[in-house]
T-cell receptor
């Protein structure tokens, strides 16, 4: 079955530190991949997406993600975290030709001052 | 602001009741998706409409139904409500129906069933 796994339920970092949020997928072929962020009481905002081509994808708010086919991963990174980055982060994927995305369970990011 | 609007923002109702959630997609988007987000199930895809027609179905209960109108807004109807239906309901829209599309999410409707 197709699945998206975010191994870390919570991650705590200090403001200014670097961040990496993990995402692994299990699909027969490389799916389309996305990262979304959800602030408390808000909807999901698209951070970045990967369809094909360059495996390092730049997004909004200083985020980037790297697609690694060999590891079936699409990890999200940020070199220096700001307190306003504290939120829930979701990785999502869908099979090419499908209309139905699968979301990971989310990673809650806590930022210490 | 994604351009997707949802009403109401909050809804409190009793078990056994019926409610209607409304979604207006971004201007020009033909596809509307509905999702349910709960603590125990995470974010679950319910149903998709494309230009007025049902395109894909996910884990949607028979008590739930949806439709997309000619002006492309969509409604999600939840009936015979149970305590377990309490959740955040999101609508998302996209320009196409498959392929390299990106979904843009509304702010959600928080439903509380008492």
């Amino acid at each position: 079955a197709q699945s998206v796994t975010q191994p870390d339920i919570h991650i705590t970092v200090s403001e200014g530190a670097s961040l990496e949020l993990r995402c692994n997928y299990s699909y027969g072929a490389t799916p389309y991949l996305f990262w979304y962020v959800q602030s408390p009481g808000q909807g999901l905002q698209l951070l970045l997406k990967y369809f094909s081509g360059d495996t390092l994808v730049q997004g909004i708010k200083g985020f980037e993600a790297e697609f690694k086919r060999s590891q079936s991963s699409f990890n999200l990174r940020k070199p220096s975290v700001h307190w306003s980055d504290a939120a829930e982060y979701f990785c999502a994927a869908y099979r090419r030709g499908s209309y139905i995305p699968t979301f990971g369970r989310g990673t809650s990011l806590i930022v210490h001052p | 602001d994604s351009g997707v609007t949802q009403t109401p923002k909050h809804l409190i109702t009793a078990t056994g009741q019926r409610v209607t959630l409304r979604c207006s997609p971004r201007s020009g988007d033909l596809s509307v998706y509905w999702y349910q987000q709960s603590l125990d199930q995470g974010l679950q895809f319910l149903i998709q409409y494309y230009n007025g027609e049902e395109r894909a179905k996910g884990n949607i209960l028979e008590r739930f139904s949806a439709q997309q109108f000619p002006d492309l807004h969509s409604e999600l109807n939840l009936s015979s409500l149970e305590l377990g239906d309490s959740a955040l309901y999101f609508c998302a829209s996209s320009a196409t129906s498959g392929g390299q599309e990106t979904q843009y999410f509304g702010p959600g409707t928080r439903l509380l069933v008492l």
